[in-house]
């Protein structure tokens, strides 16, 4: 039931963020850097891609964090674990 819930969609919308989702959830537990997702994701135009971050974030199903580094910071996308 879990492979059929993440995988099956029944409009174009709803399969773009099952998809990216995947590709987070596919990261280490770690996350997924932000430039690694846009690598992953060329699919989708940025437009898509930022609209479709933004509603993951708002609906709980994934955390943005950055990580410092010695040069720039990274912002790192991680799945958000249900409860239950």
């Given at each position: 039931m879990i492979e059929v819930e993440r995988n099956v969609a029944d409009n174009e919308t709803e399969r773009n963020h099952k998809r990216l989702m995947e590709v987070i959830r596919g990261a280490s537990k770690a996350g997924i850097t932000k430039n690694n997702l846009i690598r992953r994701t060329q699919f989708l135009d940025k437009r898509q891609r930022d609209e479709i971050v933004a509603t993951l974030i708002e609906a709980g199903m994934i955390t943005s964090m950055?990580?410092?580094?010695?040069?720039?910071?990274?912002?790192?996308?991680?799945?958000?674990?249900?409860?239950?």
């Amino acid at each position: 039931m879990i492979e059929v819930e993440r995988n099956v969609a029944d409009n174009e919308t709803e399969r773009n963020h099952k998809r990216l989702m995947e590709v987070i959830r596919g990261a280490s537990k770690a996350g997924i850097t932000k430039n690694n997702l846009i690598r992953r994701t060329q699919f989708l135009d940025k437009r898509q891609r930022d609209e479709i971050v933004a509603t993951l974030i708002e609906a709980g199903m994934i955390t943005s964090m950055v990580r410092p580094s010695g040069t720039k910071p990274a912002m790192i996308y991680q799945i958000v674990e249900e409860q239950g």
